[in-house]
């Protein structure tokens, strides 16, 4: 997936986590009678250390199929690439998320699902992405969206094929209760509290002076008014022009309304993988002005630099 494209659907994932304003998390309650229906904290236990890799059985999605690399595993998302034919697929399984979204409609799902669950699909992007919706029995979903290279709408049966197949995976792995966690290092970014790095002050101008952090459900992500930070692991690739911003080299770049500062930092033991913190800032009155890159002349930017320099220097 080229990078702008999946920036997109990071980004509208988030949103649908991020926007929403769930209730408390009940607390995990391990059982044992699968007659009862299942709810996201009794399926998938603490939210903050799901590793939603392991939601992913990779020889029932990928089929015949070959993976790119290993799958990524993030705070809040498991991102697979792999190639079949001529095209080259990204599942993404994760966020989870609550609230009402009218993209989502019913979906009759022909796999063995555990008590309570159900399977729900978007019509968002529906001509380029699969959507599919694992819905539990308290209303909070995981989703699971299937993007390829091939854009062609002709190809939108493949994509749907493997959303399936990664649903019947998760279900598989929620009924064998073989979820995985995740192991962060004592100084690791996953970690921090999102929505403590945005209670402060000198957000109030860029955020609005009277918005409060809101969390997302998975504990990784915030938003407050105009500004969000999510936390994630991403691949170690090349990075562009960067710039000093709040103690930390940083990247600015623009996409769609928002302004996003990204700044990165090396995992310990895993050289193909870096740890990130993405600042967004939608831009004055919705836009996202035409600032390019660097944000040049462009209000969003102007006040996603100023969150940076607010926000970076409490990270570890």
């Known amino acids: 997936m080229r990078p702008k494209s999946l920036i997109a659907v990071l980004c509208g994932l988030f949103l649908a986590a991020a926007c929403t304003t769930p209730g408390p998390a009940p607390a995990p309650s391990p059982t044992t009678d699968r007659d009862e229906a299942l709810t996201a904290a009794e399926a998938l236990g603490e939210y903050s250390s799901l590793d939603y890799c392991s939601l992913v059985d990779q020889r029932k999605v990928i089929g015949g199929g070959n993976a790119v690399k290993p799958p990524l595993a993030s705070f809040e998302f498991c991102h697979l690439e792999f190639v079949e034919g001529a095209n080259r697929y990204t599942v993404t399984t994760g966020p989870i998320a609550s609230g009402q979204d009218p993209n989502n409609q019913p979906y009759d799902y022909a796999g063995n699902l555990p008590e309570g669950i159900s399977v729900q699909q978007s019509t968002f992007n529906a001509e ?60 690791s970014w996953g970690r921090v509290a999102p929505c403590a790095l945005l209670d402060q002050h000198e957000l109030d101008a860029a955020a609005g002076p009277e918005t409060i952090p809101a969390p997302a459900l998975s504990g ?83 006040a996603a630099r100023e969150v940076a320099v607010a926000v970076f220097p409490k990270l570890p």
């Open 128 to 187: 380029t992405a699969c959507t599919r919706l694992l819905t539990f029995a308290d209303g909070i979903r995981l989703s699971i969206v299937v993007t390829s290279d091939n854009q062609d709408p002709a190809d939108q049966a493949n994509r749907c094929r493997i959303a399936d197949a990664t649903v019947g995976s998760a279900a598989g792995v929620i009924t064998a209760r073989t979820i995985g966690r995740l192991t962060l290092d004592q100084r």
């Open 220 to 302: 990784h992500s915030c938003i407050r008014g105009k500004v969000s930070v999510a936390l994630a692991v991403g691949a170690d690739t090349t990075p562009g022009a960067t710039e000093a911003l709040g103690g930390r080299q940083v990247q600015v770049a623009t996409s769609g309304a928002f302004c996003q500062v990204t700044t990165h930092r090396p995992m310990p033991g895993t050289p193909d993988r870096v740890e990130q913190v993405t600042l967004s800032v939608v831009g004055v009155d919705g836009a996202g002005g035409t600032g390019g890159a660097d944000g040049a002349g462009d209000a969003g930017c102007a």
